[in-house]
């Protein structure tokens, strides 16, 4: 790992934070300080900081500062970087590493390595290593006190650009792993919680996560005792942080219900230092807020308690289908029409899933590159007679086109567990982008894909035109399992209890693009293919963690009617608005300077 445990006097100084110096700017009022700030904490401020976090402060750099001329500069060190550098796992080694390029402020752009600067960017200047809570707790109350801003981060893979931040102290999480995995068969509360109904609050079993370990780390643990955890396609995500505490849907999710809807117990950090215990009988305001009302907003979560299930069976459907030729795209578009009014019903027979199609990305979200549609559903606990019954009678309506417009495939497979078919058909290692990437996405009921028309009209504009890398994804989570989360205390917009499709638009550019490239690509998210998708559902809402970044209305898109609770919840557990995150709740109260400080609008 490149970044040292430098010694925060010399950091001090490498940044320019010196407290009390003339001709150091003063902050604007209602601003958080950075290093260019007379506000910003003195060396003796950081090294007393430091010794309360165990030493574990480090001054962040650039993943690929030594691919620069400077002191740094090391042609070795930067060409051992290359082959690691598109995998995201690799650069969520590192405190300032993240999934999407545009957000490393120095990018490897070719082997022949450049000459150009390489700065920290947009990013923090100082990061906690943290090990513990304790650590979590010291660099809060530090941050609160000094009046700096916050940036947390497990893994960098935000599509939001939310676990980073000019000029911030980051709480790095990655190595807090404090107490391991347990399991309880059943879930023991940890305090006895009965629900107004008299039942218990969950008699299954439960996996307590004790710390920032990845859903790869929890699938084996949980594989490995014959359970089922709900959790994402993508291992390398967070099992703790904005992953669960946004919703999170999975590949079990028509079954169980979102990963939010997973959680027992957290504990959670609050602005003040504070460790709390969360539950629906301990804090039942906050913890209603991180099941769903995003992370980085109400407090830390340095643990949680989830459900798990015993192991299952599942009969699994693939489904792809290609355009034959460039001209067979509009039948393409009207199949995939044909596809998006049967999902409200696939799914109510039990299956669950995702389907990806694009018509001219070579980097889809999910699938082969274009024109194609894939599909990959399962259901639990069915044969697959019945999973036969269900789908063979809507490929057989687009039979007749195969061959002749279209390349039609279709298998099935009984697999004894849910783990075998997860790592059989999810659960590859996706590649970090060697760019940037804009989402956009939008709750379909079963009303919204009933009509062709529209859904047509809708695909048509998202689809993406040639060179704009235009990729789509049907997260086909819905049904009984996800309508079931409704009635616990839940952060999750209402919207998607009665969605069958999380219906996603990504767009990227490569990291050749200009500013301008990027804002129209924005622009185009935003404006046409975003309003496409509302304008099919207008009454419906977003997803926080693959929604778009520019939404103009994101806090009506991403939190609908729970916006009330959320802002309740906000207002109590951190008023001054320590936590501060772009799109977050609460993050309207703030906007960046021309000089990219924070400051109170
Ligand atoms: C390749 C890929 C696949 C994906 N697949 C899915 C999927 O299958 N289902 C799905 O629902 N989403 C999926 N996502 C989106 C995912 O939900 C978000 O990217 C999510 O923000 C990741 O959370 P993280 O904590 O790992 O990321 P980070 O970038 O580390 O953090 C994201 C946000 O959470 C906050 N945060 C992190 N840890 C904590 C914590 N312990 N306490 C409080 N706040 C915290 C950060 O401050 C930030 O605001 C995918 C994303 C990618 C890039």
Redesign the pocket.
Known sequence: MRSSRLPVAVASILLGGISGDAGLPVPSPGCKSTPADVGWPSPNDWANFNLSVNGRLIATSPIALPCYQGPNYNPAACAALIPSWND?TFRAQFPIG??FSDLEPCDIITSAFNTTACSLGNNPVLAVDAATADHVSAAVLFAAQKNLRL??????????S??TGFGSLEIW?RNMREGGMVLEIPYQPQQPCILPSGQPLWAGDSITING?Y?WSDVYSFAQSNGQIAVG???G???A????L??????AASAQYGL?ADQLLEAT?VLANGAQVTTSACQNPDLFAA?RGG????F????SVKVKSYPETPVAAVVFSMAALTGNDIPLFLDSITYLYQYFPWIIEAGLGGYAGWNLYDTQPMFGPAGPSFYLVMGAFNQTLAQVHATFDPIVAGLTPLNGVNLNLSVSYNYFPTYAGYFSSLFGTN?PASAGGIALTSRFLGAAHVSDPVPVRQMLNTTAGLPGQRTSRLA?LAGGLGVRAGASQSSGVNPAWRNAYVLDIVARRWEHTATAADVEAIHSDVTAVKGAALTALAPDTGS?P??GDARDPTFLANFYGTALPMLEAAKAKYDPSGLFY?PT?VGSEFWSEDATGRLCHV
């Open positions: 995201p993240y999934s940036s947390i981060k497990a893994t960098g893979v935000d599509y939001l939310r676990s999480l920032s990845t994402p396609a993508y390398g995500i967070s703790i942080g904005g992953y505490q946004g919703g999170g849907h999975s990963a959670v991180i995003g992370g980085g907003t407090g830390i979560v340095t996706i997260v997803y963690n693959e995150c977050c």
